[in-house]
């Protein structure tokens, strides 16, 4: 259940409370990518210390690993990776995207070659539904398709067609007890299409709806405005995820135009390569700039590694390839983004986000770096083989 809170005067910006029956999640909201059952780098006790809400996992990759009969005996997903707090799980649809290779769609699902052997499997709705509700996720997602942002119309409007046919066979499989639904709103960048798809969806009253077919190689303004053609025709009334997304600066903006939920695989990849964020954007710790640099890695910052460790130490343990340098870094760059959304949460309740919107674009300059992050990310899908 979805309830809308508050709506900013200067923008579409809303301030929300998703309840699902594992907790009650603050929205707007990051989602830490826990695509094999866990958040690259992290815990359970540091995501929970640090004020995760609720992480995300991936049917295709745990149906294949460690498979269902391992997390049913565990007893589900949650016991399995001693998360007690919500989980949302992918259908594996993005998988039709960042797999093509290795694929066909057929009419009622899509046959895959396992990306570690090549053993045949195929994953349909109903599969999709079914691996779902053996996870017990809080919010399961319809099998859609995702096709390519460059792909031709006709492509296009077939994999709407789809999305469409296979979100009514999700609608009407079982559940796990509690379990929400969301749909998928696909269409591209054709703002007719993204019409279509959605009004088809919210006639099927899920729970709430995902804007899909974003960060998927399209430049950033075709993004935003996938965004902006799908959101008026979308419930105001309940939860509006937007899948794969994104940078902090983007983050915010979608925020403005009205996006509740968000999950991005960036905060842990790019800290493996030693990449850092912060409100001026980011910067790489390995570099010799900070050989001798005592302070934290952003000043003022309340997480652990910038509470005890300096940027000159975290930059020898990323050097000589210790463990705990990406760890550190990979609890600095997550803290972070979850800053962000209660920074923006905080906004939003005191009517200032018009205020802290303009001042974080004022001050984010996003790297090189971090957008090739981003594009590698398109190219392995965000919920995909890495994180």
Same mark, same amino acid.
């Given at each position: 259940m979805f309830?809308?809170l508050? &709506?900013? +005067?200067?923008?579409?910006a809303?301030?929300?409370r998703?309840?699902t029956?594992?907790?009650v999640i603050e $929205? !707007?909201?990051?989602? !830490?990518?826990?695509t094999q059952?866990t958040?690259?780098a992290?815990?359970?006790?540091e995501?929970?210390?640090?004020?995760?809400?609720i992480?995300l996992?991936?049917t295709?990759? @745990?149906?294949?690993?460690?498979g269902?009969d391992i997390?049913r005996?565990?007893g589900g @997903?949650?016991?399995f990776m %001693?998360?007690?707090h919500p989980?949302? $799980?992918?259908?594996g649809?993005f998988q039709?995207?960042?797999? +093509?290779?290795?694929?066909k769609v057929? =009419?009622h699902?899509? *046959?895959f070659k396992s990306?570690l052997?090549?053993t045949?499997?195929?994953?349909g709705?109903?599969?999709a539904?079914e691996?779902?509700?053996?996870l017990?996720?809080?919010i399961a997602?319809v099998?859609d398709?995702?096709p390519p942002?460059?792909?031709p119309?006709?492509?296009?409007h077939?994999?709407?067609?789809? $999305?469409?046919r296979?979100a009514r066979?999700?609608r009407e499989q079982?559940r796990?007890?509690?379990?929400?639904?969301?749909?998928?709103v696909?269409?591209g960048?054709?703002?007719?299409l993204r *019409?279509?798809?959605?009004k +088809?969806? &919210?006639a @099927? +009253?899920?729970?709430g709806? =995902?804007?899909?077919?974003v960060s998927v190689?399209e !430049?950033?303004?075709e993004m935003?405005r996938?965004v902006e053609v799908?959101?008026?025709?979308?419930?105001?009334?309940?939860?509006r995820?937007?899948m794969?997304?994104?940078?902090?600066a983007?983050?915010?903006?979608?925020?403005?135009r009205g996006?509740d939920?968000?999950d991005?695989?960036?905060?842990t990849?790019?800290?493996? #390569?030693g990449t850092?964020?912060?409100?001026?954007?980011?910067f790489?710790?390995?570099?010799?700039?900070?050989?001798?640099?005592?302070?934290?890695?952003?000043?003022?910052? /309340?997480?652990?590694?910038c509470?005890?460790?300096s940027r000159?130490?975290i930059?020898?343990?990323?050097n000589?390839n210790?463990?705990?340098g990406? /760890?550190l870094?990979?609890?600095? #760059?997550?803290?972070f983004?979850l *800053?962000?959304?209660?920074e923006? /949460?905080?906004?939003?309740a005191?009517?200032?986000f018009?205020d802290y919107?303009r001042e974080?674009a %004022?001050?984010y300059? !996003? &790297?090189?770096?971090v957008?090739a992050a981003r594009?590698q990310?398109?190219?392995?899908g965000?919920?995909?083989?890495?994180?």
């Amino acid at each position: 259940m979805f309830e809308l809170l508050k &709506t900013d +005067a200067s923008s579409k910006a809303r301030l929300g409370r998703l309840t699902t029956t594992r907790g009650v999640i603050e $929205t !707007p909201a990051y989602m !830490p990518v826990g695509t094999q059952a866990t958040v690259k780098a992290l815990d359970p006790r540091e995501l929970i210390e640090m004020g995760t809400q609720i992480v995300l996992g991936n049917t295709y990759h @745990l149906q294949i690993r460690p498979g269902l009969d391992i997390i049913r005996a565990a007893g589900g @997903l949650h016991a399995f990776m %001693a998360w007690p707090h919500p989980i949302l $799980t992918d259908s594996g649809g993005f998988q039709v995207f960042s797999l +093509a290779k290795i694929r066909k769609v057929k =009419a009622h699902g899509v *046959e895959f070659k396992s990306h570690l052997d090549g053993t045949p499997l195929f994953l349909g709705p109903r599969e999709a539904m079914e691996i779902q509700r053996a996870l017990g996720s809080d919010i399961a997602m319809v099998f859609d398709e995702c096709p390519p942002h460059d792909a031709p119309s006709r492509e296009q409007h077939l994999a709407v067609e789809r $999305t469409i046919r296979w979100a009514r066979e999700c609608r009407e499989q079982p559940r796990a007890s509690g379990q929400q639904v969301f749909g998928i709103v696909q269409g591209g960048s054709d703002a007719a299409l993204r *019409e279509q798809c959605a009004k +088809a969806l &919210t006639a @099927l +009253a899920f729970d709430g709806y =995902a804007i899909g077919g974003v960060s998927v190689g399209e !430049p950033e303004p075709e993004m935003m405005r996938a965004v902006e053609v799908t959101e008026p025709h979308l419930p105001a009334g309940q939860a509006r995820y937007a899948m794969g997304l994104g940078t902090p600066a983007q983050m915010v903006e979608l925020v403005a135009r009205g996006v509740d939920l968000f999950d991005c695989v960036l905060p842990t990849r790019v800290a493996r #390569n030693g990449t850092a964020f912060t409100r001026r954007g980011t910067f790489a710790i390995k570099g010799g700039a900070v050989k001798a640099d005592f302070g934290p890695v952003e000043a003022g910052c /309340r997480c652990f590694a910038c509470q005890r460790f300096s940027r000159a130490y975290i930059r020898h343990l990323l050097n000589v390839n210790e463990i705990l340098g990406l /760890r550190l870094v990979s609890v600095h #760059n997550t803290h972070f983004y979850l *800053e962000v959304m209660r920074e923006i /949460r905080a906004s939003l309740a005191a009517g200032t986000f018009a205020d802290y919107r303009r001042e974080f674009a %004022a001050r984010y300059v !996003p &790297t090189r770096r971090v957008l090739a992050a981003r594009a590698q990310a398109h190219r392995l899908g965000a919920g995909g083989a890495a994180q």
